[in-house]
């Protein structure tokens, strides 16, 4: 299938200006991950040359206090008899550590319709099950993924950049100069991951976390990607499935706008998951080491029926 450039879209005028909707059909649920095709995951699955795996999943515990208004997992054990154990997982969000942002987690917004023309009434507890987190998981992720570790190329190129610092906002001019000093080029299907050096500065804060954040943590403040239409454009036009990042949002945030927001263009324009707080950090080191930047990815979204968002459970392999 012939994918049409960003100034192409939509593929019809009723819809949006430069969304996807309707090219993979009215009534798709899968958006950008139809570009995943049997084909690129049987290439993908060659670059598998020496078993190294890198699970993506942070701890379920962290970050130890929750952001947006979300709950942290209380993890509870039904004992029968003491010769065997259950896990209770109560207030469970699966959007409170790693975690992918499905394509009914944001609209888009200017339009007030959700990816694929879905409005608002399809969604949620009485729902009709479009879009929702079943429909990845029952297509499954494997396909090629790259990392652009921005973090160590902004220690020799910006040293200014700070990861928890919402003036901090990453251009798609450096991400292609991180892209070329790696050596790294972009395939259809591709999943792209970002890595800034956030989790990492996580884990160097303890008990200042909630003030590094800007005190508020339902509106934390993060360094991300620029929001703008040449961030739009570059991601749609280099064709990835998803996109994701080790910061809170993938973009930097708070948005300025919503409705010009990276989630508000990419998940709700152009049905593209987000993956948000992966762990990049184990991975990053080892192609340091190596100069290797692509991966066998596979992913496997928990299958749950009018889902919202979920752990990734991804995993790279070299």
Known sequence: MSLPNYNQLP????????????LWGDDDNLGTLNKITEQTTAQAAKLVKHGKVFPLNWELEKPSTAMFGRTLIDHKFHNTQNVAFDDIYDNFNPQSSSQWDGLSHVAHISSGKF???VDVSQLGADGDGRLGMHHMARKGMATRAVLLDYGRWAAKHSPSFDSFSRDCEITVQELEEVAKAQGVTFQ?????LVRIGWIEKYETLGDKFVASIGGDVTNPKTAGVKACPETFEWIWNNHFAAVGSDNPAFEAFPPASWPDSIHSHVIGGFGMPLGEMLFLDKLADDCDQDKVYEFFFTSAPLNKYRGVGSCPNAVCIK
């Open 115 to 117: 990816y694929n023309n």
């Open 11 to 22: 593929v019809d005028p009723k819809h949006p200006p430069h969304t996807s909707w309707g």
């Open 188 to 192: 259809p299907g591709d999943i792209l």
